[in-house]
């Protein structure tokens, strides 16, 4: 199983920006999909943007394109917010799909991730 501990979260102004990170320990991410996912209250989790391994295609969900980049290596995968919007508010979630081995088409179904980090607060505020 794939421990994921994610980072970066905080308090932002809207039109500011975040780095999200997701660290890998134990067995490493090199040969699962990764993605990012938020929650906010009252919600259901939703994707925000996912990776297939080695980096050969990324998903990004319509509200985050243009704004949001997606990005990994082999133990890491990063999210960079940009232009963000008080509607961006929510735990963000790290989620690694072992089973899925599409290399270019990316998951977009929060079923096809095993494993998730604990959650990290994103709040976008004035």
């Known amino acids: 199983q794939v421990q994921l501990v994610e980072s970066g979260g905080g308090l932002v102004q809207p039109g500011g920006s975040l780095r999200l990170s997701c660290a890998a320990s134990g067995r490493t991410l090199s040969d699962s999909a990764m993605g990012w996912f938020r929650q906010a209250p009252g919600k259901g989790r939703e994707v925000v943007a996912t990776i297939t391994r080695r980096a050969f295609s990324t998903h990004y969900a319509d509200s985050v394109k243009g704004r949001f980049t997606i990005s990994r290596d082999n133990e890491r995968v990063s999210l960079q917010m940009n232009s963000l919007k008080p509607e961006d508010t929510a735990v963000y979630y790290c989620?690694?799909?072992?089973?899925?081995?599409?290399?270019?088409?990316?998951?977009?179904?929060?079923?096809?991730?095993?494993?998730w980090g604990q959650g990290t607060q994103v709040t976008v505020s004035s």
């Open positions: 989620g690694a799909a072992p089973r899925y081995t599409g290399s270019y088409i990316p998951p977009e179904n929060s079923d096809d991730f095993d494993d």
